[in-house]
């Protein structure tokens, strides 16, 4: 099992920039691929952004890619996800979660922080 707890999110003006980070607990973090997710009220969560387990392989929905990426660091325990050129609509409660697999991209994602609020203001 793994912990993970979020941090970075607050309010920012449209084109702006964020950086999400999330430090997880144990020492087989590198097990793990990792992924962010998104969700806004009356909507399901979404996937944003995943890496494998050693940072190699990378993935993001079309809405984000191009302005968002996600990074890792095994040494440390954390997955960062940096955020370019907001806009209102990526306004949402961002979520990073955990996928105890090899296979890439995982089929589920197992852990799950408790999320961070970004707002992007218009």
């Known amino acids: 099992q793994v912990q993970l707890v979020e941090s970075g999110g607050g309010l920012v003006q449209a084109g702006g920039s964020l950086r999400l980070s999330c430090a997880a607990s144990g020492r087989t973090f590198s097990d793990y691929a990792m992924g962010w997710f998104r969700q806004v009220p009356g909507k399901e969560r979404e996937f944003v952004a995943g890496i494998s387990r050693r940072g190699g392989y990378t993935a993001y929905v079309d809405l984000v890619k191009g302005r968002f990426t996600a990074s890792r660091d095994n040494a440390k325990n954390t997955v960062d996800l940096q955020m370019n050129s907001l806009k209102p609509e990526d306004t949402a409660v961002y979520y990073c979660?955990?996928?105890?697999?090899?296979?890439?991209?995982?089929?589920?994602?197992?852990?799950w922080g408790q999320g961070t609020q970004v707002t992007v203001s218009s």
């Open positions: 979660a955990a996928a105890p697999t090899r296979e890439w991209p995982p089929r589920r994602y197992a852990y």
